[in-house]
C-alpha cells in the first residue's frame, strides 16, 4: 500500500509535471466533481515563480475547458431537470438566468454554485462562445486575484 501511495504521490508531483497536471487539475476541478485547483496552481508558482504568467493561463485555460465541458452536460440534461421545472425555487432562478443570459457565466468561478452553473447555461442553450468567453474572464480573475494574495499574503521562496 505505502508504495502504491508512493508511485501516486510521485505521478501527481507538480515539480515534475508542472503545466501539464495543473492543466488537468483545473479541468477536472471545473466539472461537477469536487476538486479544488488553488492549491495546486500556487504550490507550482511557489516552486517555480518564473512559471506565473504561464500557470495562470494554463490554470484558466484548463478551467475554462472543463467548464465548457460542464456546459454541454447542461446543454444535454433536459429529461433530468423537466422533474423540477414547476418548483418556485427553479422558476425564480429561471427567471434570473435568462434576464442575464451569457453573462450570468461570468459567476463560475464561485464555489459550489458556479460549475452548476455552466451546466444550466447550456441546458437554457445560452449561446456557447458567449458563455465560454464570461467562464475564460471570470475564472482567469479569480486565478489573477487569487495567486496576487496568496503571494502577498506568504511571501518568500519556497
Known amino acids: 500500500m505505502e508504495l502504491w501511495i508512493n ?13 501539464s497536471t495543473l492543466f488537468l487539475v483545473c479541468f477536472i476541478s471545473a466539472t461537477l466533481l469536487p476538486l479544488g485547483s488553488e492549491p495546486a496552481l500556487f504550490g507550482l508558482i511557489k516552486l517555480n515563480p518564473d512559471l506565473l504568467w ?3 493561463l494554463v ?7 472543463g467548464g465548457a465541458v460542464t456546459w454541454a452536460m447542461g ?3 433536459h429529461r433530468v ?3 423540477y421545472r414547476h418548483s418556485s425555487t427553479h422558476l ?18 464561485l464555489p459550489l454554485i458556479g460549475d452548476p452553473l455552466c451546466a444550466i447555461a447550456g441546458w437554457l442553450k445560452f449561446p456557447f462562445w458567449p458563455c ?8 482567469f480573475l479569480r486565478y ?3 495567486t496576487a494574495s496568496l503571494l502577498w499574503l506568504f511571501p518568500g521562496s519556497a
Not at 508511485?7 to 503545466?19: D, F, N, Q, R, T
Not at 465560454?132 to 475564472?139: I, P
Request: hydrophobic share 50%; aromatic share 10%; glycine share 8%.
Open 92 to 109: 425564480r432562478a429561471l427567471d434570473w438566468l435568462e434576464r442575464i443570459g451569457p453573462k450570468a457565466c461570468l459567476l463560475s468561478w
Open 144 to 146: 489573477l486575484v487569487m
Open 54 to 56: 504561464p500557470a495562470i
Open 7 to 19: 508511485h501516486s504521490l510521485a505521478l501527481l508531483a507538480l515539480p515534475e509535471y508542472g503545466l
Open 81 to 83: 431537470v423537466d422533474k
Open 75 to 77: 446543454w444535454g440534461s
Open 132 to 139: 465560454t468567453f464570461y467562464m475564460a474572464t471570470g475564472k
Open 59 to 65: 490554470a484558466t485555460a484548463g478551467n475554462t475547458l
